[in-house]
C-alpha cells in the first residue's frame, strides 16, 4: 500500500471543502449556511475560485481580452473556453442582420410566446430550423436551460419514469424534479445498467440523453441506449446542446450521425454553442408541438427570445447550412489537437468530440495549473469537484473552426509545459 | 469534558445511491436525508476494526443514511449521518455504544472480517449475523492523505434526540472511481433496505486506517 504523502499542516484550510458542503444545513434559519460559505469563499476565491466567472472585454473569438478575477488587470488570451464551435457569433452577416432587426423591432420581444411576444422572425426561424432539423416543427424557448426544464415538465406526470444519463445536464434534471415523475439514474452511457434499471419500471417510460457530454467530451452510445429503450416500450429525447449544426451529414446532431434520426422521439438543442448565441428548441411532430406549446410552463410564461437575436440567428443558421467546409474544418482542428496532445503525453480522457477535458486528475493542483496556464496566455476552464468526480478534476477546452492550427500547437505548447512542470504529465 | 477515543487499524466506507423514498423509511419523522441526485439518497456502510478503545479490540458494522449537518459557529462538518443499524462483534461494546451514544444496535455479536487483497490495493469486509453471510463489501484504494474531518452523527430513541461531534484523524484514502462492490444478501441484518434498489457499486469509497474517531460529549438536541 502507498504511504500517506500529506499532513494536515501542508494542506491550505480552503480545500478541505467545496460547494457541496455548502449545500445542505440543519437548523431553523434559512441564511446559516451564508456565514460559513462566506468564510470559506473568503479563502477560495484568491487560492483558484477566481478563475470562474472572469469578465471578457471583447467578443468570444479564438481571442479575447479576460479581465484576470484575482489581479483586476485584462489579459489578452489565446481563447479555448468559449463554446463558439463554428466561429459563427461575430461573423459580419451576423452582426449585420441583428443590427438591421434591432432598427426594425427594438431591443425586445415584449411578452410571452403565447400572448403578444410571437413575431413573424420567430415563425420564420422556427421553420427554417424545423426544414434543417428535416422534422414537421420546431417550437422556440428562451434558453436551452428552459427548453430542457419546459419539454421535459410538459410531457412528463408523477407516477411516470424517467431514466437519466448519470452525467445529464442540471437543466435535464431540474425538468425531471418539476415533472414530479420518478427519476432513475443509469451509469454513465451503460445500456446493460439501463437495462437492469428499466425491467423494474411500470407506466409511462421516458429516457433522456445527450448528443455529447460536456464534461467528458464524449458521444451519446446512442444506438445501445435506444435499443433498450424501445424495448422496454420507453420514448427517447435526446439533448444535442453541443451537438446540433455539427455532427452528422448535414450537421443535424449525433442521432443523424448514427442514421437514427428518425427512430429517437424527440429532438432538443441549443442555439448558444454552434450558433454563438441565446435560447432552446424542440423539434418533433406537429401534434407534439401544439401540445408542448400549450403545456410548457418554462416557455409560457417567459418572454419570447428578443427579435434582435432571433434576426442573428437565422443568420447564424443559413451560415451552419450552407458552409459545410465549418464543420469540416472543426474536425479537422480536432483531429489535429487530439494528435498534438498525444505527441505531448496530455491525457484528454474519452473525447471524441470538439469538448475535450484535460485530465488534470488532482483535486489540490488543478487552480494552481490554471492559473499558470492563463497566466501563460491561454484562457480556458478550470472543472472540479462536485461538477466532476472527485480526483477528476480537469481543464475543459472548446475547439473551434475559427481556430489555426498555430493557435492549437501554442495551447499545446502551453498546457504540456505547465502540466510537466507540475508533474501531471510526462 | 473527557473526549471518547476509538484507535482503528482500518476501517473502509462505502456510499451507495439507493431511493430517497426507502431512505426516508428508515430515518426517524422529521429527519430528512441528503440527495446525490434528485431521489437518491446515501446509504454509507462502514465497517470498522477497532484496536483500542475502553472496551478493547472490536469489529463493528454500521448502516446510516446520509442527513444535512448541523451548522453553528466554528468548524463546520465535513458531513452527517444517521446511523440506524449499529452491530458489533462483542457485548461489551453494544452496551457500551448503547449506553454512551444512544445509537441503535442489532443485540447480537457478529463476526466481521477485513481481507486485504494480494496487492494491497483492497479491502474487503464481510459480515455474519445469526452465523450467514449478510454483507460483503470491497473497497479499493486511491492516494493517501493524512486528514483530520469532522463529522456528525444523529441519534434518535425513545429517550431523546442527539448529536456528536465525531472527529476523524489518521490515514485516509478517497475517492470515486466506482471500482467497489457490494453484496448485501436477503438476510434479517438488511430489513429495511429493498436490496435490489441499492447501487452495487459506490459511488465514493473511503479507506480509512492507523487512526482515531474522537467522540464529543453526546448533546441533547
Redesign the interface.
Known amino acids: ?8 499542516a501542508d ?1 491550505q484550510a480552503f480545500a ?2 467545496d460547494y457541496s ?1 455548502f449545500y ?4 431553523d434559519d434559512p441564511l ?2 451564508l456565514k ?1 460559505f462566506a468564510n ?1 469563499y473568503k479563502d477560495a476565491r484568491p487560492n483558484g475560485y477566481y478563475l470562474y466567472q472572469e469578465a471578457l472585454g471583447s467578443a468570444p473569438s479564438t481571442h479575447v481580452r479576460v479581465r484576470n478575477g484575482k489581479t483586476k488587470q485584462w489579459q489578452d488570451l489565446l481563447n479555448l473556453a468559449s463554446y463558439n464551435y463554428l466561429g459563427i457569433s461575430y461573423r459580419p452577416e451576423v452582426k449585420r442582420a441583428a443590427a438591421e432587426a434591432l432598427e426594425k423591432y427594438g431591443l425586445g420581444a415584449s411578452g410571452s410566446p403565447i400572448l403578444s411576444g410571437t413575431f413573424e422572425i420567430h415563425e420564420q426561424f422556427e421553420d427554417e430550423l424545423a426544414r434543417f432539423k428535416d422534422k414537421e416543427s420546431c417550437i422556440l424557448f428562451p434558453t436551452g436551460y428552459s427548453a430542457n426544464v419546459g419539454f421535459i415538465s410538459a410531457l412528463m406526470r408523477p407516477g411516470d419514469t424517467i431514466f437519466l444519463d ?1 452525467y445529464s445536464h442540471a437543466s435535464i ?1 431540474d425538468g ?2 418539476l415533472a414530479k415523475s ?4 443509469f ?1 454513465h452511457n451503460n445500456p446493460m445498467d439501463l437495462e437492469r434499471k428499466m425491467a ?1 419500471a411500470q407506466g409511462k417510460k421516458l429516457v433522456v440523453v445527450e448528443g455529447v457530454y460536456s464534461m467528458d467530451g464524449d458521444i451519446c452510445a446512442l444506438p445501445e441506449v435506444l435499443e433498450v429503450s424501445k424495448r422496454h416500450g420507453a420514448r427517447m429525447l435526446i439533448d444535442e446542446a453541443h451537438s446540433t449544426f455539427l455532427f452528422g451529414p448535414k450537421g443535424r446532431g449525433v442521432a443523424e450521425h448514427f442514421g437514427l434520426d428518425k427512430e429517437v422521439d424527440f429532438h432538443l438543442g441549443t442555439f448558444s454553442k454552434s450558433l454563438g448565441g441565446q435560447g432552446g428548441f424542440v423539434c418533433g411532430t406537429q401534434e407534439l408541438a401544439d401540445y408542448v406549446v400549450a403545456f410548457s410552463r418554462s416557455r409560457f410564461f417567459s418572454c419570447n427570445l428578443s427579435p434582435v437575436l432571433t434576426a442573428g440567428l437565422r443568420a447564424a443558421l443559413q451560415i451552419a447550412s450552407e458552409e459545410p467546409e465549418l464543420r469540416a474544418r472543426l474536425w479537422s482542428n480536432c483531429a489535429f489537437l487530439r494528435r498534438r496532445f498525444e505527441e505531448e503525453g496530455v491525457d484528454i480522457g474519452n473525447s471524441n468530440s470538439q469538448v475535450m477535458p484535460v485530465m488534470v486528475n488532482n483535486d489540490a493542483k488543478v487552480f494552481a495549473v490554471a492559473e499558470k496556464i492563463q497566466n501563460r496566455g491561454l484562457f480556458l476552464n478550470p472543472v472540479t469537484y462536485p461538477a466532476v ?4 478534476s480537469r481543464l475543459r477546452i472548446s475547439v473551434s473552426a475559427a481556430h489555426s492550427e498555430e493557435d492549437l500547437d501554442q495551447a499545446v505548447g502551453i498546457i504540456a509545459g505547465v502540466l510537466r512542470e507540475e508533474g501531471i504529465c510526462p | 469534558m473527557s473526549l471518547t477515543r476509538y484507535g482503528y487499524a482500518n476501517a473502509i466506507n462505502g456510499f451507495f ?1 439507493f431511493p430517497t423514498e426507502n431512505a426516508r423509511r428508515v430515518l426517524p419523522s422529521g429527519m430528512e436525508p ?1 440527495e446525490v ?4 439518497s446515501v446509504l454509507a456502510v462502514t465497517v470498522f476494526h477497532f484496536d483500542e478503545s475502553e472496551v478493547g479490540e472490536y469489529g463493528e458494522v454500521v448502516y446510516a443514511v446520509l ?6 459557529d466554528g468548524r ?1 462538518p ?3 449521518f444517521y446511523p440506524y443499524q449499529v452491530a458489533t462483534t462483542t457485548k461489551a461494546a453494544r452496551q457500551h455504544a448503547m449506553e454512551r451514544w444512544h445509537l441503535p444496535h442489532w443485540m447480537d455479536d457478529v463476526e466481521t472480517e477485513l481481507e486485504p487483497s494480494a496487492d ?2 483492497s479491502l474487503t469486509a464481510r459480515a455474519k449475523a445469526e452465523g450467514t453471510l449478510a454483507l460483503e463489501m470491497t473497497i479499493t ?9 469532522l463529522y456528525q452523527s444523529f441519534q434518535q430513541d425513545d429517550d431523546g434526540k442527539y448529536m456528536c461531534n465525531i472527529l476523524f484523524e489518521g ?2 484514502s ?5 471500482t467497489g462492490r457490494i453484496k448485501l444478501h436477503d438476510h434479517p441484518f438488511n430489513k429495511g433496505i429493498m436490496i ?1 434498489e441499492v447501487f452495487e ?1 459506490p ?2 469509497e473511503m479507506w480509512m486506517r492507523k487512526g482515531h474517531q474522537l467522540f464529543d460529549p453526546l448533546r441533547t438536541l
Open positions: 500500500m502507498e504511504p500517506a504523502r500529506k499532513r494536515v494542506r478541505e471543502y458542503n445542505y444545513g440543519a437548523g446559516n449556511l460559513p470559506w448519470q434534471v425531471a424534479i420518478k427519476t432513475v439514474f451509469r423494474r468526480p472527485k480526483h477528476r | 445511491e441528503v441526485h434528485h431521489g437518491s442527513v444535512p449537518p448541523f451548522v453553528e463546520l465535513k458531513g452527517a494491497g490495493k484504494d486511491h492516494s493517501w492523505d493524512e486528514v483530520s474531518h490515514e485516509k478517497e475517492h470515486e472511481e466506482e435490489s457499486q459511488f465514493r
